[in-house]
């Protein structure tokens, strides 16, 4: 199973960025849970956004809410993350995750949820 993240760059505050990742290894709509991380230089990896195979149930942070949008495509075998209204703070590299179950909503946010892991994109706001 292979993740591979894409997408990110420098962007200026208030620009747009569209996260993918591609997976492939087996049957993308196999996967209970795909979710988005983030880690900041010098901080610890946060959830960013998820998305359940079961009804299609997304949940986001806070602090993207309204802004960013997560989803899939199984026809491209993707997951995308759509982030518009950017802002400095958002400036990470970017994990995609993804999990064969699909997880609770109290364990949707943990990191050790998630099965296979992407290697990450840098994203990079200017203000």
């Known amino acids: 199973v292979q993740l591979q993240a894409s997408g990110g760059g420098l962007v200026q505050a208030g620009g747009s960025l569209r996260l993918s990742c591609a997976t492939s290894g087996r049957t993308f709509g196999t996967y209970g849970s795909q979710g988005w991380f983030r880690q900041a230089p010098g901080k610890e990896r946060e959830f960013v956004a998820a998305?359940?195979?079961?009804?299609?149930?997304?949940y986001y942070r806070n602090s993207v809410k309204g802004r960013w949008t997560i989803s899939r495509d199984s026809a491209k075998n993707t997951l995308y993350l759509q982030m518009n209204s950017l802002k400095p703070e958002d400036t990470a590299v970017y994990y995609c995750?993804?999990?064969?179950?699909?997880?609770?909503?109290?364990?949707?946010?943990?990191?050790?949820?998630?099965?296979?892991w992407g290697q990450g994109t840098q994203v990079t706001v200017s203000s």
């Open positions: 998305i359940r195979r079961s009804g299609g149930s997304t």
């Open positions: 995750a993804a999990s064969d179950r699909s997880i609770i909503l109290t364990r949707i946010e943990a990191e050790d949820s998630y099965d296979y």
